[in-house]
């Protein structure tokens, strides 16, 4: 088991930066692959970045592309989403999971955090 706590949400405006924290205890961290994923309000829980276990490879939704990082601590157990150049579209829950591969597909993880979240104002 593995659970995740997400950090780092708030409100910010149009063009500011937020950096979301997903702390992992349980089994050992550097085993899974982490990715991110949100959900506005009525919609779909849609993909937006996600590493593998030593964090070598990184994936991007393409409406993310450029303006978001994902990155790992293994030694802290902490992934993060480094967000730039917000947009009032990216306003959603964000949530972090957990999971064998790093994968655009929320079916590929296994554990899920309580989500956080992000309201960008324009």
């Known amino acids: 088991q593995v659970q995740l706590v997400e950090s780092g949400g708030g409100l910010v405006q149009a063009g500011g930066s937020l950096r979301l924290s997903c702390a992992a205890s349980?089994?050992?961290?550097?085993?899974?692959?982490m990715g991110w994923f949100r959900q506005a309000p009525g919609k779909e829980r849609l993909f937006v970045a996600a590493t593998g276990r030593s964090g070598g490879g990184s994936y991007y939704a393409d409406s993310v592309k450029g303006r978001f990082t994902i990155s790992r601590d293994n030694a802290k157990n902490i992934a993060y989403l480094q967000m730039n150049s917000l947009k009032p579209e990216d306003t959603a829950v964000y949530y972090c999971a957990a999971g064998w591969l790093a994968s655009g597909s929320p079916n590929e993880y296994h554990y899920w955090g309580q989500g956080t979240q992000v309201t960008v104002s324009s």
């Open positions: 349980g089994r050992t961290f550097s085993n899974y692959a």
